[in-house]
């Protein structure tokens, strides 16, 4: 028995060779763009929405629970403390200012440019249980931190839960 009718396939077969799907150049660009839309829309799937890791114009920040307040802490860099708003409603942080842009563009040729200018705008919901009589705020080395205590009631509402074993 030669060795070609063992193979499965057969030895005649498949010697004509198919284009890969891939290899085309119209199903290539298809599988991109479809790529790109499932990957922008797998982002509003996310805690925050489409931009929630990646918000374009928004300064970052970093909410933090302490024992007796909150703090939020927002980056702003190259701002000028007179050039910051922040408001605050019983249960919203807002944050808006402007970054002026004070370059002289007439006799410089640049190759680059990624510094941002312009306004910004932030805002941060809040937990219940935060006096916003009391907060306070301070900007120091381009991080602007606004403290908010808790209410007494707050403070006093922490409830211990125990764990049953089944």
Known sequence: MPIRDLIPW?????????KREEDN????LQRD?????????????????????WAPDGPKADVTEMESALEISIELPGIDQSEIDISLTSNTLTVKGEKRSE??????????????????YRSIPLPGGVDTDKASAEFKNGVLTVTLPKTQEALTQVKKITVKAN
């Not at 150049?25 to 290539?28: N, Q, T, W």
Request: aromatic content about 20%; overall charge neutral; hydrophobic content about 30%.
């Open 10 to 18: 057969g030895s005649n077969k498949g010697s004509e060779i198919t």
């Open 33 to 53: 763009v479809n790529r790109i839309f499932d990957d922008f829309w797998k982002r509003f799937d996310q805690p925050f929405g489409a931009f929630g890791r």
């Open 103 to 120: 370059r002289d563009e007439s006799d410089k040729g640049y190759h680059l440019s990624e510094r941002a200018y312009g306004s910004f």
């Open 25 to 28: 150049p119209v199903f290539s």
